[in-house]
């Protein structure tokens, strides 16, 4: 039988990729001749995806919890993906660390669409919240999560890793000791991390004493987030914002985009999980602690917090106001 040209042509460009490689084509061919056809199940791990739910208690509505954190986590991880392209000027960085890159300069038609998709994403979330906010019966939640304990959602590494990613490390640092680290100062990144806002949201609301949730989770993961800031040091979003020329930089879009991330992430997300908690464990006869004793009435209102990203983007009104409008 003649083969067509299209498939001639497809055959020879085969041989030319694995001859590159130092590879023999037809092992390979041998191999698809041998495979079988891909799923829809086995490409997405369904049944492996399906069964990750593990409630620890009888109550239904605990599998709602449990999934929405989950989805919560993908989307994160989708958003890690993202700023990671951004901090390597699109490039691909392979699993073993490689620099499979494809780009050599971000432009910023490519800075805006990145940074608008992690917004989607964020969007998406914080529209969907109301499955934790209205989707579960108080009286449920009430009692399971009673078996959650000392798990938190403040326990969310990834998150923390977003907020490394798209900032420089001082806007990270409580508001009340940023005076301790000077513009222009010589400070490092581990001794910044120690004044880190969230840890101060993990104390214990009556003793000030840290949390278990909050020593389990610098104990995981302290040397990871040290690490991470000091890669992203000079390849956060702001860091890459302010190193475009000053032109790039007056780009509206790309202003935009920015400010929408700070609002984002610092304003509506914290927000939705004051809503839920305020739903959940406020009371008449006294609020409830959450799972991981965490400070929750001062720790998730943007207000007292005054974590933002870009204050450089914002007017004294608005950084004034914030988390109030």
Partial sequence: M???????ERIQK???????????????????????YLTYWDYVHTDKLLNLQNPRT???????????????????????H??????????????????????NTLEVPYFIDRINRVNRYFESLTKSFDIMVDGMDPEQFSRFRMALLPASGFQSAQYRMIEISCADMINLVDKDHR??????????????????????????????????TLKQ?????????????????????????????????????LIAALRELDLNVN??????????????????SGDAPATGGTNWQKYLPPRFQKRIFYPALWTAEELENWGRF
């Fill in 267 to 284: 304003v509506r997300w914290p927000l939705v999980h004051y809503k839920s908690a305020a739903r959940y464990l406020q009371s008449k």
């Fill in 217 to 253: 989770f610098e104990e995981k993961y302290s040397e990871e987030f040290v690490t991470l800031a000091k890669e992203y040091a000079s390849r956060n979003l702001w860091a890459k914002y302010t190193a475009l020329p000053k032109a790039d930089q007056e780009n509206k879009d």
């Fill in 179 to 212: 005076d301790k680290f000077p513009k222009g100062g010589s400070h490092s990144i581990e001794e910044m991390y120690q004044y880190i806002y969230w840890k101060q949201g993990a104390t214990e609301a009556e003793t000030g004493k840290k949390t278990l």
């Fill in 82 to 103: 993202e700023l990671q392209q951004i901090a390597y000027n699109g490039k691909n960085i392979a699993p073993n660390g490689k620099d499979e890159g494809w780009k």
């Fill in 58 to 80: 009888d109550f239904p509505d605990e599998l709602i919890f449990i999934v929405y954190h989950q989805i919560t986590e993908l989307n994160f991880k989708l958003c890690l």
């Fill in 14 to 36: 085969l041989e030319q990729k694995y001859a590159a490689m130092g590879q023999d084509m037809a092992a390979y061919l041998d191999g698809l001749l041998l495979s079988n």
């Fill in 2 to 8: 003649e083969l067509k040209p299209e498939i001639v």
